[in-house]
């Protein structure tokens, strides 16, 4: 028989990080001790707290029934709190929350929701692969917002084709930013807010990193900016700030009418998180929050030992605000991918390749801070010894 696949499927680009992980499963092979700053998955375990939740939900058998569909009441209220007291951002708990099997599987729905075969999207680039894809899955047209260091990697609005723009349904950004760990500024926001107006866009805030961030600053919600309940959503999750990334828990908060659209294709797909997860979930929000602190402080001692001591190799990167990312560019010579496989080949240092999230992330490179810091030292140490240094020509 012939096995035929959709078109959709090939529209997929091709897996960037295949060559790499490829080198570095022969590396381990070979026996290297690799270093892997590649993944972004935290590295500490659940709070404990969490952890006791979910046992004692799961022993009810209330749970074991299929949960509803937009999430239970008590979570969607847990999460309206939490923004509230966070953010400062009221939401109704009844029509502008809704629960997500993490929020990497909105993203990608809210595709389906608000893109037709040929409708545009705005997605930034370098970014998170899933506004991409989902986009072509729905059969849409992505349109890039270049993220050049030059901008603070911040979307230039007035450089898109105004054309483009009253074309386009969904708009996607994300900050603090995987993977350049760019913030935005309330300017910014603000300016997203009157560009989705003016044209008609839907805005989708990606805020997968709302609570890493370092040195007193915290990052706002786009929820908080003026006006942007009207124009757009939030996407969040428990992943990144509970380490909870295997439990896929995240929602989506924000404008109603764009929630329940989402909410149609999902009531066709799925139906919803595990409720003893969501039991959980709710503990993480409501709980007790120094874990928050504590991850925060380890992130930002991890980001030390990498800015500090890829500095001292010849490089001029600031202190990120935020996100468990470093992101820098290679040295005169290389191409994001000659310059990771080089530091895999010579100091077993697995590093991600910058244009992996898309074509503007060429010449850099991404370092996840999720190994503890006497192994990051250690790869800045074996960078030393191995003479591999930034240089750039005059
Ligand atoms: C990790 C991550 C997500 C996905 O998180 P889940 O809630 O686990 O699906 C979404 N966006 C960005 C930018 C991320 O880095």
Redesign the pocket.
């Given at each position: 028989m012939i096995i035929k696949k959709a078109d959709r499927i090939a529209s997929i680009p091709p897996y960037l990080f295949a060559e790499i992980d490829k080198l570095k499963a022969q590396a381990r092979a070979r026996g290297v001790d690799v270093i892997d700053l590649g993944i972004?998955?935290p590295d500490q375990p659940t709070p404990e707290h969490v952890i006791q939740a979910l046992k004692e939900a799961a022993t009810d058998g209330a749970n074991h029934r299929y949960p509803p569909y937009e999430g239970l009441p008590e979570f969607k209220k847990a999460v309206a709190a939490w923004y509230k007291e966070r953010y400062d951002v009221e939401l109704d708990p009844e029509t502008e929350v809704l629960a997500?099997i993490?929020?990497?599987?909105g993203?990608a729905h809210i595709c389906w929701a608000f893109v037709d075969p040929g409708d545009v999207t705005l997605v930034p680039d370098p970014?998170?692969p899933?506004y991409r894809t989902g986009t072509l899955l729905a059969g849409g047209v992505p349109h890039t917002m270049p993220l050049t260091a030059e901008n603070d990697f911040l979307p230039d609005y007035s450089a898109i084709d105004p054309v483009v723009a009253q074309k386009s349904k969904l708009l996607f950004i994300?900050y603090p930013?995987?993977p350049t760990a760019a913030v935005a500024t309330p300017q910014f926001f603000a300016d997203t807010v009157e560009f989705a107006r003016q044209n008609n866009i839907v805005v989708c805030h990606?805020f997968?990193?709302c609570e890493t961030t370092f040195d007193g600053y915290r990052a706002p919600s786009f929820l908080a900016t003026p006006g942007a309940k009207e124009v757009g959503i939030e996407?969040?999750?428990?992943?990144?700030p509970y380490n909870?990334?295997g439990w896929?828990?995240?929602f989506a908060v924000g404008n109603k009418d764009v929630l329940a659209a989402l909410s149609v294709i999902k009531t066709n797909i799925d139906s919803g998180v595990f409720n003893a997860v969501q039991y959980a979930a709710i503990e993480a929000l409501t709980g007790p929050q120094d874990n928050i602190e504590c991850m925060n402080q380890m992130y930002m001692r991890r980001r030390d030992v990498i800015v500090n001591g890829l500095n001292s190799l010849g490089w001029d990167l600031k202190p990120t605000k935020g996100?468990f990312y470093v992101w820098a560019p290679v040295p005169e010579g290389y191409s994001s991918k000659s310059f990771c496989a080089l530091l895999l080949e010579k100091a077993g240092v697995n590093v991600a390749p910058g244009n992996g999230y898309g074509e503007h992330g060429e010449g850099f490179f991404r370092i996840a801070l999720t190994v503890n810091e006497q192994r990051l030292q250690e790869a800045v140490e074996r960078m030393r010894q191995q003479g591999i240094l930034f240089t750039r020509k005059r």
């Open positions: 972004g998955d997500l993490g929020s990497k599987e993203i970014a998170y899933v994300n930013n995987n990606d997968a990193y996407f969040n999750s428990l992943s990144k909870m990334t896929r828990i995240g996100t």
